[in-house]
């Protein structure tokens, strides 16, 4: 015997179309993963302020310079972060204002 939705038929078919499967729903994962490691939240939140290098970024917020190079590795692959060479320095900055409206948006949820 099958069972009855209590849906109609409209609120089913939009959460048939909207809710995210596939690759879109692999890459927010991986987009949202992203703010789960403390470290990177740091990282990202100093770049959100001002672009610095890694030695500054380390130095700033005590982490290690290894680890920050890895952890900048994630953001860029996800594309929180870009990077600019003037020299021999690579300045790593967030990469535009939304980085900036996330983070607030979670702080703003969390109700800091």
Do not use: W
Request: aromatic share 8%; hydrophobic share 45%.
């Amino acid at each position: 015997m099958a069972e009855t939705l209590l849906l109609d038929r409209r609120t089913k078919d939009m959460v048939e179309d909207y809710v995210p499967d596939g690759e879109i729903l692999s890459s927010l994962v991986r987009f949202f993963s992203i703010f789960s490691d403390g470290t990177r939240l740091r990282i990202l939140s100093a770049l959100a302020i001002s672009e610095m290098c890694v030695t500054d970024i380390s130095r700033v917020l005590n982490i290690n310079q290894t680890t920050v190079s890895h952890q900048l590795r994630f953001l860029k692959d996800v594309g929180l972060v870009k990077s600019e060479r003037h020299g021999k320095i690579i300045f790593y900055m967030a990469s535009g204002e939304i980085v900036n409206d996330v983070l607030l948006k979670g702080v703003e949820f969390l109700g800091y």
